[in-house]
């Protein structure tokens, strides 16, 4: 909603409306069209309110930074993440699946201290490779200008000490997640594992908005096959669980 529409934002909305703008405008634009008055313009309102919320074109970047992981933390709701399929004592499972902390208790081994079984593990990955598809299957077909936005912001930060330190703050709310999921799930090394699940699915997402696989969105069937062969290479006792994953996709 903005001014052109006949009403005029609240105080309170004004500053969402504007970071949702300039999330527009870099998809749309790129880094070179994000000015203060395109903003202005844009979003339907008098000249000068985007400088009055963000006074440097920095200050706006780490407004569109902000709401940007606001946005994307919407994809999923809490209820649509996987729960561990097993039945774990709950000092165990604290300690495998660390919160907002970070790595710790997600070392080495986590998987085997929570009394995880291969079968156990391997039984996680279909609920792992469900979500992580619905995820990217999302982003691709609902959420392309997020991505867009991301990729030029990502590019600017690394040029930006300040708005990097931002956009990685920003980026651990979604990796934490990864962590604990997979070392709730067994892995013997749920940081690394991580790593490679992250980077494979920004991966994916890239080369299918911006690569050389721009052309077409990966079913939700594919992208849950992948999701679940990557993750059978790394979890105990998941190969038995890769026969189940081609189910037919939305």
């Known amino acids: 909603m903005n001014a052109r529409d006949g009403l005029a934002p609240s105080a309170a909305s004004r500053p969402q409306l504007i ?6 405008l870099l998809a749309e634009r790129g880094m070179r069209g994000l000015t203060h008055r395109a903003v202005d313009e844009a979003a339907g309102l008098p000249q000068g309110s985007t400088s009055n919320l963000a006074r440097t074109r920095a200050a706006l970047l780490e ?4 709401r940007l992981a606001e946005r994307e933390a919407a994809v999923l709701t809490p209820d649509e993440l996987p729960r561990p399929q097993r039945d774990r004592p709950s000092g165990a499972e604290t300690e495998a699946a660390p919160g907002a902390g970070g ?8 998987g085997a201290a929570s009394g995880a079984g291969p079968a156990a ?5 279909p609920a792992l490779a469900e979500v992580l598809s619905l995820a ?3 982003y691709l077909t609902h959420h392309r200008e997020l991505l867009l936005a991301r990729y030029e912001l990502a590019l600017e930060a690394t040029r930006r000490p300040a708005l990097r330190e931002v956009y990685d703050r920003a980026g ?4 934490e997640p990864v962590v604990a999921m997979l070392a709730a799930a067994g892995s013997v090394a749920p940081e690394r594992h ?11 997402l890239f080369s299918c908005t911006a690569g050389q696989f721009h ?3 990966p079913t939700r069937a594919a992208l849950r096959t992948s999701c679940a062969e990557l993750l059978a290479g790394m979890l105990p006792g998941a190969g038995a669980s890769r026969g189940g994953t081609g189910v037919a996709g939305e």
Not at 194 to 204: E, T
Request: with cysteine; glycine share 14%.
């Open 19 to 24: 970071a949702d703008t300039a999330l527009r």
């Open 63 to 66: 407004a569109a930074v902000g």
């Open 103 to 110: 790595a710790s208790g997600a070392g080495p081994g986590a």
């Open 121 to 125: 593990c391997g039984a996680e990955v």
């Open 136 to 138: 990217l299957h999302r």
């Open 172 to 175: 651990r709310a979604f990796r």
């Open 194 to 204: 991580a790593l490679s699940v992250v980077a494979w699915c920004d991966g994916v």
């Open 215 to 217: 052309a077409a969105v």
